[in-house]
Nanobody
Framework: VQLQASGGGLVQPGGSLRLACAAS????????IAWFRQAPGKEREGVAC????????HYVDSVKGRFTISRDKMVNTMYLQMNNLKPEDTAVYYC????????????????????WGQGTQVTVSS
């Protein structure tokens, strides 16, 4: 099983990026998927989650209205569209998948996720 994250980079404040996470060995269409991030000197935190089977989405308050999590079942890839980026969004972003349904109260429990991507750096700076 492998999750391969890509799409990070340097962007100016107010700009956009789309992160992608291609999966192999696990079917994302039946998984709970999530993006986490870790900023320098801080603990890793949950950012966005989409719970199977109905793609119910959740976002941390700081990104609501700016970030969108999605998945493309045809190419077995998950995405994080990030708009109106701010310097405080600077972090290493990780994709993760839980092979099955995850109850809402557990969506940010990192210890439950079975699979993790390697992380991709997002830097928001002028």
């Amino acid at each position: 099983v492998q999750l391969q994250a890509s799409g990070g980079g340097l962007v100016q404040p107010g700009g956009s990026l789309r992160l992608a996470c291609a999966a192999s060995g696990v079917q994302l269409n039946s998984a709970t998927i999530a993006w986490f991030r870790q900023a320098p000197g801080k603990e890793r935190e949950g950012v966005a989650c989409s719970r199977s089977p109905y793609d119910i989405t959740h976002y941390v308050d700081s990104v609501k209205g700016r970030f969108t999590i999605s998945r493309d079942k045809m190419v077995n890839t998950m995405y994080l569209q990030m708009n109106n980026l701010k310097p405080e969004d600077t972090a290493v972003y990780y994709c993760a998948a839980y092979a099955g349904r995850l109850i809402a109260s557990s969506k940010w429990r990192q210890d439950l996720y079975h699979y993790w991507g390697q992380g991709t750096q997002v830097t928001v700076s002028s």
